[in-house]
């Protein structure tokens, strides 16, 4: 299993990121599937997720600002981010477990991608 991230960058406070995981056509269709973040200083937090039956659920943290989708026709997850904080930046991580549904913890996440940086400033 191999997840594959782009996207990101930098955007102003209050603007809009999008990252994107890219999988194999299998992970995509069955795997429960997340985005992770990881500020400094900060765990490592779930932001969004997907679960095997393609239920999802978000953390309160980014509720109404951040929506999680995929494109099975491309094989790609994305996390789209607006109304972007200060406190938005970090690492995203894509991950995704085998066959798991909500509620869903770290523990389900067994492979993960080399994360991307999103960094928002003021």
């Known amino acids: 299993v191999e997840l594959l991230e782009s996207g990101g960058g930098s955007a102003h406070a209050g603007g809009s990121l999008r990252v994107t995981c890219a999988a194999s056509t299998h992970v995509i269709t069955w795997y429960c599937m997340s985005w992770f973040r990881r500020s400094e200083g900060k765990e490592r937090e779930m932001v969004a997720v997907?679960?095997?039956?393609?239920?999802?659920s978000v953390s309160d943290s980014v509720k109404g600002r951040f929506t999680i989708s995929k494109d099975y026709g491309k094989n790609i997850m994305y996390l789209q981010m607006d109304s972007l904080k200060n406190e938005d930046t970090a690492m995203y991580y894509c991950a995704a477990g085998e066959y798991c549904y909500l509620p869903i913890g770290e523990e389900k996440m067994k492979t993960w991608g080399k994360g991307i940086l999103v960094t928002v400033s003021s």
């Open positions: 997907f679960d095997s039956a393609g239920m999802t």
